[in-house]
């Protein structure tokens, strides 16, 4: 039976180590990204970047790519966004640094 739900993915203080935004999406299951939230918590000016994982490996596909996020700002993805079964979402920062992030999806079952 179909189903959706409302979810909600909190990371405290992404750096500069690739860090697992949205672990892989289970088969059987389609995620739909509302909003993604960045906001620079370290009081100094950052670049990030955000990219999606489809078949483990080095098959990233980017959705930032040094993306500048100034000090103590926020920045917001809004565009919908699918992730597919075995899709991961990860994240980085170019240096060491304190970005927290919230992601608002849509957890969606065949």
Known sequence: ??????????????SNSETT???AV???????????TLCETGSADETFDIYIDPLGG???TYLYKAQAIAADA??????????????V????TASAA???VVISYLDQTL
């Open 74 to 87: 926020t920045f917001e993805h809004t565009t919908r966004l699918v992730m597919e079964a075995t899709d």
């Open 26 to 36: 289970t088969a059987g299951h389609t995620y739909t990204i509302l909003n993604i």
């Open 1 to 14: 039976m179909a189903s959706e739900v409302l979810k909600r993915v909190c990371v405290r203080a992404m």
């Open 89 to 92: 979402l990860y994240g980085t």
């Open 21 to 23: 935004l949205i672990a």
């Open 58 to 60: 080095s098959n990233d």
């Open 98 to 100: 304190n970005v927290d």
